[in-house]
Every structure is written in C-alpha cells, then in structure tokens.
C-alpha cells in the first residue's frame, strides 16, 4: 500500500457563508487577488511510530512560494503558514517544500524535497498540495548466511568524500540515506571481514551515478566456488529500485484562536458596562466535534454544577437557550470544498455587562474530528480604578533589577507614577515610569539582592495596594577557590566527597594518569593552592588518547572504553551578569592523536577555555543501565563517544541530547585563551554573561574549565596547562 506522512499547514478560512447571521461577515479576498490553501505531503519510505518526529518533519518544513520575480513567501516551518490562507495576486507560481535534515550520511535522517506549479486568478479560493519525495540516495545491505559461514567481523562501509556510514552489527538491518552532490555522483563500499584463517579480507566497488529516490539493495553471498581466485569467493550483486512509500500519517495544523480586534493572550479591561462584545474565530483543519468552555461564573449564572460546559455536546435544550439569552453564542460552518471548520464564539454585551468587579477567566477546549485539541483563556478584568497593578512575573525580578508593569483601564489617565521602597523604609521612591498605549512599564536598577521590595502604582490621588517582590541572593559555587581535595580510590577529586566540582581523572585514572589535581604552583587570596588542569596522551604506546585537563561542575558518570560520559550542571537560582576567576595559561604545541577531527592543525598553539551557561529547569535523563548513575537527570548530558549527538553546543548556546536540541540555556559567557599569559602568576579574568532568555529563573549552572579547547575530540597540545583558583559570580 503506497501511503505518505501529510503535514497540513492549512486552517479554515474565517466563516464562509454565514448567510444566517448579518454581523458574522466573510472575509473577502481583495480585488485583483485570490487565496491558497497550501498543505505539504512527505513520501515515506519507513513507518513512522513517534509523534516526535513527526512533529519535527512538521516543524523543520521549510515552505517557499515563488513566481517570475522571485520569492514571495518564505515560511521556517509549515506551523508558520497563515491560518486563514494565503493571499497572491493573480500570477503564476511555483510551491517548493524541503523537510528533514540534508546530512551526507545517516542512518535516520531523511531529507524531503517537492515542489508544484499553480496558478492563482482574481476571487480564486482553492487548495494547493505539494508532494515532497525523498531526496536522498537510499542503501541497504543483505549478508546471506552463506557469508556468515566463511567469513567473520563482517561490515559494509558505504559513503562518498562528504560522508559514509559502516553496516555491521546493529546497524547491519538498517538502512542508509546518501545525499550526493556534483562532486560526489557515485557510492563506494568496501565489504571487510576475517576468514575463518584468521586473515584479513577487503573489497571494494562502487555504485556509479548513485540516483535521489532509489533504493540500493547491496546482496552478499558466497559463491558455490571454493577457489578464491580474484576475489570471486563472494558474490556482490546491487539491485536498484525506486522508493515505495511505506506508511501514511497526517499530521493536522491543531485549532487555531484568534480574538477580533484584541489580543487573547492579554487581559482585557474596562469599567462595569463598558466591556462591549468580545467575540472570538476558531478555525479548525476538520469538523469540531467539541466546544468546552468552564469558569466558576457559569455556576452562578447558569446553575451549571463545575461551571463546565461542552456547547456542542449539550442535550438539555433549555439549558443551551439560557446560556444563549445569558450573551453566550456561536455560529459553526464547515465549508463543502475545503473540509475547513470555522466557529465564531459571542460573548455578547448581556453577559460582558453582568460581569462583576475583577477578574473573569473562561478557558475554552475546541476539539476537531481528528482528536486534535487546542486550549485558551478569555480573561476579562472589570474595575473601577483607573489603573491597575500586574503580579509581578518571577522571571523579571533579579538579584539587581525588577520590571513592573501596570495596565490603564480608563484611557486618558495621566500623572500614572510607579513607586518602590526597600520593605524596611517608609519612604517611597519614584520609579522611571514608561506608558506606551494602555500598558505602562518602570524597570528598577541598583537593587540590593536578596532584598525584599514593595511597589504600588498611582494616578492622581489614587494608590493601589502595594505588592512584594524579592531579589534573587547572590549565590556563588562551593570551593571556589579549590582547597579541598579527596581521593576516591585512586581518582583526585576537587571537594569533599559530596563535590559540586569533577574531572575526567575518573577515566583518566584507569591508566594511572590524573589530568586534573590541586597545585601549590600559583594561588590568589587566601588559601594557597589552585586548580591545576594539564592536557596529556593518556596510554601506553600508541594505544590511548588524548585528554584534556577540565573540571566541571557535576558528575563524572561512566567510563565507555576510552570515552566519557558526563553528567554537567548543579542546582543554581541566581543570575549573575559575570563571573570572574584568577587563572595562568600555558599551551603546549597541538597535536591531534587519535583525534575525532581536525578543529586544531598539528604544530599549532594549542587554547584553552573556560565557559559558563544559565539553564531552566529542563533536564535530559542519563540512559546506560552498565553505571550505577542511569536514569539521573542532568542539564547536559555529554558523550565523547558520539560528541556530535552529546554535546552542550558553544556557538549556539544550546545543549544537544541524543542529536536534537533542548533549549534549556538562559544566558552564557565564555574566554578562550589563545596565547601563554604573559604575566607572572595568576591573571583576573572577567567573563560577562549575555542572556539569551529572560523568561525563565534560573535552576542550574553549567561550568566548565578545559586546557585544550578541542579537548572533546581528543585534539589538543601535550602539556598544554590551565591554573583556575577563586571563581567569583558578580551581581550589578
């Protein structure tokens, strides 16, 4: 059954004929213009189980529209295609979607690719689908148990300049995705094993002119010859195919709110009788089968036990025709031709008048036919007051600023001033106040941390009550200033034996190296000794590896051969604007043994580092049932045996767990010492720490120290030292 993933970026178009109801007008497409409904289908070559990554194709969908002239439309995401259809002028056009991930060589990421050509004229109002094929060369590998007799360690490595993948083991069942370029037009693979005397055994071809949309079966069998002569003992067969498209899921565009003439994510406000009517779109990629609307009002108002309420599941007619007399109704269309549902939800002046004085929340639940659900809330706010004081959110107050915000309720209100004073002072002081529209916003600075405030708001001789607010305590990290040590084992560890900090002596250790361990060498302050992190080949002979000097704060979680795997972050609340250290640099010449690539040329100057990140309270599990450390939840997780799907990620501030991305990072600053420190002893260094998101608090800090830069692919200089002593967070 030839079936297909189908991501529908398309809702329904506001209301369509609702010849019933004059105030509930379509909207019309201007003159000279028509409108598209534009929906993507991907051709799948395996079943798709997760929702995840359907999600994801969903949300990586790049979408452009294009016509003589150029690009017209370019969306980063099939989410991000206009919920009421997208307005052309009358034109030709051509529809392109990619989706996936275009990598060389993978044994999970696809990349898609489609396009179709259409044409739009005045008043059109029609749907659009592009049909996007998978775009790379696909390569699957079948050892027959003939060869399994003869030969032993049997793989099959595939690939071209840009990228190959080896089939063996586990991943012998599974298959490749190629993407070729102009360079690259032809697949090499190199069939390796060991006879059964103990000798290696090679050979190599290649699929020439490798095609986009086809499947390469690559059959190995041994011939029923025992002469090996020339290598014909094993028989290397390729059967090409194009794609059959395996599995069918449609991931619909859930439904869509939008309020008429207000924005729903905001609380509206007007004095009693002053609120109007608020009416509010639902559309919908399918028939709505539910309208559930719930307030403690509803209660009150209507006798309705819980104040819920599904409007389109009600029997009791009398009860529906109370809420409609109470200034609740709906008009529901579903248009014949696009299958697109559109509810328009009243709340009419008979029931925005009745309100009483505060706050009223009414969360809304629209579920379609496709068991797709989406919620909101209409909050409206009836007061007399001419303004009025927001709840201060969490994430704005710092340990040396805050933002408070108002909002105006009678428009016009002039002399609106924002106070503060310390809790402990009778004084108020004015805040710099902004208004801009109905909203009105004063951010404070100089606050003291870890210091209790109170704020009131006034307009003319009115003072709202006063709200609290507290600023985050300037935290700072255990052992700073690295004097404890322990030895656990014959591991060093910074600390006590309940440490903040770790190293990577723990895998180091199994050779007898300590890449890390405390230093009377060079000291600042009290105390009198500091970090000593040195980079050094950790092995005998030409077996070992490269490792780098680090400390982290964290846990060292396992030892995979001649890898690590890294538990980093500990618990930190506070958001400090900079961290400052004393450290000395000394770089050793780069070499790259065994290294996992080639980020440092051999016979460079090797750098060191130092980088710290502010995360929220995401967490990625640790999964390896062979450490006793399995199921802990870390906010990175690091694994230099497959650095590139395990890894906090510098240069885009973000951690990558298991190949995708959690953006869990608030704000992070990094030095990178490029040269020996010129100076004698210790230097202070400055980090300054850019936020990248302000709508979280804090929960952890990553920390990490390193004397080679690339020291997680094993890359670095032989030597190469980093001293790191009192590491103080700064609060302004």
């Keep these: 059954m030839k079936t297909s993933v189908k991501l529908t970026a398309i809702a329904a178009a506001a209301v369509l004929g609702l010849a019933s109801c004059a105030d509930n007008n379509d909207i019309v497409v201007p003159g000279g213009e028509g409108r598209i409904f534009l929906s993507t289908t991907l051709n799948s070559d395996v079943k798709v189980h997760s929702r995840s990554e359907v999600d994801d194709l969903r949300d990586n969908a790049l979408i452009w529209i294009s016509n003589s002239k150029g690009v017209v439309y370019q969306f980063e995401s099939a989410s991000d295609v206009p919920a009421d259809g997208i307005r052309l002028t009358s034109d030709n056009y051509v529809a392109e979607a990619w989706a996936g991930d275009s ?12 396009f179709t050509a259409f044409s739009v004229s005045s008043g059109d ?80 071809g290649k699929i020439e002119g490798a095609k986009k949309a086809t499947l390469y079966n690559i059959n190995v069998r041994c011939s029923e010859s025992n002469d090996e002569l020339g290598g014909a003992y094993f028989e290397i067969t390729i059967d090409d195919s194009a794609i059959e498209i395996i599995d069918q899921i449609e991931i619909l565009q859930s439904p869509i709110f939008t309020g008429l003439g207000f924005d729903l994510n905001k609380v509206i406000r007007a004095s009693q009788g002053e609120m109007g009517r608020r009416s ?21 108002m209507f006798g309705i036990p819980g104040g819920r309420f599904d409007f389109i599941k009600m029997e009791d007619g009398s009860l529906k025709q109370s809420i409609v007399d109470g200034g609740i109704n709906y008009y529901y269309n579903l248009d014949p031709d696009t299958k697109q549902a559109t509810v328009k939800l009243n709340f009419e002046e008979a029931f925005t008048n009745a309100l009483p004085d505060g706050q009223t929340d009414i969360d809304i639940l629209v579920t379609d036919l496709n068991g797709k659900s989406t919620p909101a809330r209409l909050s409206m706010m009836i ?17 040396t600023k805050a933002s408070l915000k108002a909002v105006i309720n009678k428009p016009g209100t002039t002399g609106i001033r924002v106070l503060y004073r310390d809790n402990n002072s009778t004084e108020w002081t004015e805040a710099e106040t902004q208004v801009a529209g109905n909203d009105v916003t004063a951010n404070l600075t100089g606050l003291t941390p870890g210091t209790t405030y109170e704020y009131c708001v006034e307009a003319g001789d009115y003072q709202s009550t006063a709200q609290r607010f507290t600023t985050e305590s300037p935290l700072q990290v255990p052992n700073a200033s690295f004097e404890d040590w322990y030895t656990e084992g014959k591991v060093v560890v910074p600390g006590t034996d309940l440490s903040f900090w770790d190293t990577g ?67 930190f609340t506070s958001r400090p604007s900079a961290v400052k250290a004393w450290v000395r640099y000394e770089p050793g010449t780069a070499v790259n043994k065994k290294g996992a690539g080639s980020h440092i040329a051999v016979g460079e100057s090797d750098k060191g580092v130092i980088y710290v990140a502010l995360t929220d309270d995401q967490t990625v599990k640790y999964s ?109």
């Design 383 to 399: 007061s007399a007051d001419p303004v009025t004081l927001q709840p201060i959110v969490d994430a704005d107050i710092w340990a």
């Design 125 to 204: 109002n029609k749907a659009v689908e592009i049909t996007a094929k998978i775009a790379n060369s696909v390569v699957a590998v079948n050892i027959d148990e003939s060869v399994n007799a003869v030969m032993t360690d049997i793989s099959m490595t595939v690939g071209h300049s840009q990228g190959s993948l080896t089939f063996a083991g586990e991943t012998l069942d599974k298959r490749g995705y190629f993407m070729m370029n102009s360079r690259d037009k032809d697949l090499e693979w190199t069939l390796s094993g060991k006879t059964l005397d103990g000798q290696e055994y090679t050979r190599t």
């Design 280 to 300: 509010i779109w639902i559309s919908a990629t399918s028939d709505i089968v539910g309208l559930e609307l719930s307030s403690p009002l509803f209660e009150t």
């Design 505 to 571: 002596n723990h895998g180091s250790s199994t050779m007898s190296k300590t890449v890390t361990d405390s230093s009377t060498d060079y000291h600042h302050g009290e105390g009198s000794q500091c970090a000593k992190l040195v980079s050094q080949f950790v092995g005998v002979g030409s077996i070992g590896k490269f490792a780098a000097g680090n400390i982290f704060a964290g846990n060292y979680l396992y030892t995979a051969g001649t890898n690590g795997e890294l538990g980093w972050g500990r618990s």
């Design 103 to 114: 990598v060389p060589a993978s044994f999970t990421d696809r990349h898609f690719y489609g």
């Design 624 to 732: 390896n049932s062979s450490s006793n450390l399995n199921g802990t939840e870390w906010p990175c997780v690091v694994k230099t045996a497959d650095f590139a799907k395990w890894q906090f990620d510098r240069d885009n501030k973000q951690v990558i767990a298991d190949g995708k991305t959690i953006k869990n990072v608030l704000g992070m600053g990094q030095v990178i010492f490029s040269e020996k420190t010129t100076q004698d002893g210790l230097v202070e260094v400055t980090i300054p720490i850019e936020y990248i998101r302000t709508d979280a608090k804090a929960s952890n800090l990553i920390f990490v120290a390193s004397a080679s830069l690339y020291g997680d692919y094993f890359e670095g200089g032989e030597g190469s030292t980093l001293y790191l002593d009192d590491i103080q967070f700064i609060y302004e």
